[in-house]
């Protein structure tokens, strides 16, 4: 069975908590924090961001 490594070895294990992603009309990626719903970051380059849930 497959494991997630050690702690400590400069990557993400699971997802990312508190947060969540949706897609604007214009095909870019905003990162959103789940407790405020205040947008955080955008992704400008069309690529969704890593272990960020998506929202419906």
């Known amino acids: 069975m ?3 490594g050690k702690s400590g ?5 699971g997802a990312v908590k508190g947060r969540s992603q949706t897609q604007t009309a214009s095909g870019h990626w905003v990162k959103r ?24």
């Open 9 to 13: 070895d400069n990557r993400r294990h």
């Open 33 to 56: 924090d789940t407790s405020t719903g205040q947008f955080m970051d955008v992704k400008s380059d069309g690529e969704k961001f890593k272990g960020v849930r998506k929202e419906k």
């Open 2 to 4: 497959a494991g997630n």
